[in-house]
């Protein structure tokens, strides 16, 4: 795909207003989150207007990924696990 734009963000615990933040003075496609910090009993991520792939970690408070993607954009492959995500455009 042509023309995407890409960023990645080491955020040190996620919230909504950070990402929100990043993806609109940005204008971001896709963005790479690391380190969410998100428990795996905590509500999923809900970014209007892109579609989430996250994975977190079960042993401890800290680590997890998550990719945000544009909605429209065709994910072909995704693959993941706590430490890290990849995907196929």
């Given amino acids: 795909m042509e023309g995407l734009k890409v960023g990645s963000f080491n ?3 996620v919230s909504y207003f950070k990402l929100k933040t990043v993806l609109d003075t ?4 896709i963005l790479s989150v690391q380190e969410t910090w998100l428990q795996k009993s905590t509500v999923q991520l809900d970014i209007p207007g892109y579609l989430v792939y996250e994975e977190r970690r079960a042993t401890t408070k800290r680590g997890g990924v998550a990719v945000l993607v ?9 693959v993941g696990n706590e430490y890290a995500q990849g995907l196929g455009i």
């Fill in 11 to 13: 955020c040190t615990g």
């Fill in 70 to 78: 544009k909605k429209g954009i065709k994910i072909r492959k995704y």
């Fill in 26 to 29: 940005h204008k971001l496609d």
